[in-house]
């Protein structure tokens, strides 16, 4: 809709005080071109309407309707209703090729928030007082480089476009570079140009001759517009990064090039910069920081100092909705860095952006808690900024946690227990020992538990089954869904002076005879002294995962008298240990409540632990037992411990 120019020119100098004409080097002009993270993709929030200044001025290349129809909400594919974008309380009309406030939306009525927003305001608000910004965006979501080419702009917008994209290009006279040109030669008339932005590439992803394309785009504007001989920047904004999955990251390496071909050019970091689920355009504050990085470097090629940057947290890993992954690491001097995790088979590559950070995307089979570590140059390393530590003496992993509310180590709202640390003096090692102790909700009341003995696995430490295991988290949630009896438990480290010999030896069950002192002489005799916790066999439980399943079978044949519930994860004891140490194994076997063995069936001790059940099968011996696929795994141990803990003290 056109308006009365009276209307228009009293709105004009009320707002901008520009007189006509009247060309002022103090008001810095900026072309906005792209494509849909330019246009706008992420819905204008309340704080983007406010504390705009009035210095921060909008030439609309296109009409803004005086009745605007108001947007219907957005229903995602799941049902979620988005909200609309933000509204103005008395939204104002726009007529292209004249000066308005710049509130949102700045590319065309229906559009949303833009890097151009924060662009100007950031400018407007660490420049000087007697400096405006004025800003022009022609954006058309998904469009390719050419519609900026003069050669090829028609055409592409009448002929090689999309039907979907056909009514935005129109917008533009089907020819967006010219519209940009015509609103451009009006905006010089009362400034001058200071920059070009462009914020493009998805649609091109990965194309080589998009840097020479862009090129043909900066030196026509340069050429159409008089601005030969100035020096004129073009700040590229990279596309989502790596970093956060980004789908066509890999063109950010093609962006890269372009200060190659255009010395002015500088690319815009997009690093860390939040994105929407689809993972090619920004979310809200996404674009709110990408603007403001577009803002920072123009600032320094003004000579002005640029603002401290915002100081977001280094993610070592982003958690996509649709389940993938993606893992960083912060190492700007390494050669090569590569992911090693349970979650992918084999070492996965990892790539580096321009900020020095490597990332690789993996997607899970399905929900769990996994480790997870990188190879930096060679070496081993955790990741930085993640707290999830892996308790081992020997690797070095992290830990993420895919969030999932049917798992039992996803902590809920229920009552919780009490984890506790503390040591106590070994009479039989000659030593203080360290000690972790889980006491269920409501421990505090008076009641005596029976209690559970719980060993971790070869190098883990007494912290690893509460770190790694989740058995607080996991007997919470049993306890409060009545499948398990409260219980004390009791997690010793496992670790004996002799070391850990290979378990197909004579030399293992020396160490297992040591910790089983360990355990009876020491441990429960501490709990007893010092927790409320039940005495005699039926209230005693002893498991182990791996090394500490195979001192769990040796203490527990060892001390029918002690334990009645046995439960044994990924681990065995030899027919020639068995033959040695208990030739009445059958006699001693019987008096156990529960004689439970689990395994995966691809883990390195299936066929030991196989050989164990068939030695009891040969002597008539019951046992319960559980496969599940997978291998030697932190994964299966959980899964055995939450079936295992249920069949206690029943």
């Given amino acids: 809709m056109k308006f009365r120019h009276f209307a ?48 921060f001025l909008l030439m609309p290349a296109v009409d803004f309707p005086e009745n605007e129809p108001e947007q219907k909400p957005f ?79 028609e055409d592409y917008a009448l002929n090689e476009s999309p039907a979907w994209m056909k009514s935005m290009l129109a917008a533009y006279g089907n020819n967006p570079y010219k519209r940009l040109i015509e609103i451009a030669r009006i ?114 090629l003004l000579g002005y100092p640029a603002p401290a940057a915002t100081q977001r947290a280094f993610e070592p890993h982003v958690i996509h909705p649709d389940g993938r992954i993606t893992f960083n690491y912060n190492a700007p001097s390494a050669k090569s860095v590569s992911l090693s995790t349970q979650l992918a088979e084999g070492n996965q590559p990892m790539t580096r952006n321009s900020k020095g950070i490597w990332s690789v995307t993996v997607k899970p089979e399905k929900a769990d808690i996994y480790p997870y570590n990188f190879i ?35 902590v809920r709202d229920v009552p919780h227990g009490k984890v506790s640390y503390m040591s106590y003096k070994s009479s039989v090692l000659g030593e203080n020992r360290p000690l972790v102790v889980y006491t269920p909700a409501g421990y505090e009341k008076g009641k005596k538990y029976p209690v559970f003995y719980l060993m971790s696995g070869t190098t883990d430490t007494e912290e690893t089954w509460f770190k790694v295991g989740k058995v607080n988290t996991i007997l919470d949630n049993l306890i409060a869904e009545g499948k398990a009896v409260p219980m004390i438990v009791v997690m010793p480290y496992g670790l004996m002076p002799m070391g850990t010999p290979t378990p197909t030896t004579l030399a293992a069950a020396d160490m297992y005879k040591v910790f089983a002192r360990e355990l009876t002489e020491c441990v429960i005799p501490f709990v007893e002294a010092n927790f409320k916790a039940k005495t005699g066999r039926d209230n005693r439980a002893i498991g182990g995962f791996s090394r500490g399943g195979g ?3 040796f203490t527990a044949y060892s001390n029918v008298d002690k334990f009645a519930y046995v439960a044994s994860y990924s681990a065995y004891l030899t027919p020639q240990v068995m033959d040695i140490y208990f030739p009445d194994v059958k006699e001693r076997v019987s008096q156990f409540r529960l004689n439970w063995f689990g395994v995966g069936t691809s883990d390195f001790l299936y066929k030991n632990v196989i050989d164990h059940q068939e030695y009891f099968d040969s002597k008539g011996i019951s046992y319960e037992k559980m496969f599940t696929e997978g291998g030697h795994t932190w994964m299966n141990a959980r899964t055995y411990l939450a079936e295992t803990l249920q069949k206690f003290f029943r």
């Avoid at 103090?26 to 504390?51: K, P, T, W």
């Avoid at 103005?88 to 890097?115: D, F, H, I, S």
């Fill in 187 to 300: 905006a010089q008339k009362d400034g001058v140009i200071k920059g070009i932005l462009i914020h493009q590439g998805e649609t091109n992803n990965g194309d080589p001759m998009w840097p020479s394309n862009v090129k043909k785009v900066y030196d026509s504007i340069i050429r159409d517009l008089g601005l030969e001989g100035q020096v004129i920047p073009l700040l590229l904004g990279e596309v989502v990064n790596n970093d956060r999955g980004g789908t066509c990251a890999a063109h950010n390496e093609v962006i890269a090039r372009v200060p190659q071909l255009i010395p002015n050019a500088h690319v815009i970091s997009s690093s860390g910069c939040t994105n929407a689920r689809d993972l090619l355009h920004f979310d809200a504050e996404g674009y709110r920081e990408l603007g403001r990085r577009y803002a920072s470097t123009m600032l320094q």
């Fill in 551 to 553: 001192q769990t079978l």
């Fill in 75 to 153: 229903v995602l594919p799941n049902g979620r209703t988005m909200p609309v974008n933000a509204r103005p309380e008395n939204p104002q009309p726009k007529e292209m090729g004249k000066w308005y406030k710049a509130v949102p939306p700045l590319c065309r009525p229906g559009t949303g928030l833009t890097p151009v927003d924060y662009f100007g305001r950031t400018l407007t608000e660490n420049l000087p007082d007697n400096v405006r910004v004025g800003v022009i965006n022609v954006a058309i979501g998904g469009c390719s480089i050419d519609a900026f080419i003069p050669e090829k702009a």
């Fill in 376 to 410: 930096v140059d060679g070496v081993q390393a955790q990741a930085q900024n993640n707290p999830d530590i892996f308790p081992n003496e020997n690797f070095k992993a992290s830990l993420i946690e895919i969030p999932s509310e049917d798992a039992l180590y996803t």
């Fill in 8 to 55: 228009a020119a009293a709105l004009l100098a009320a707002m901008t005080g520009l007189g006509a004409n009247a060309q002022d080097p103090d008001f810095h002009i900026y072309l906005c071109i792209g494509q849909s993270n330019m246009e706008g993709n992420a819905r204008v929030q309340q704080q983007d309407l406010e504390g705009i200044s009035d210095r």
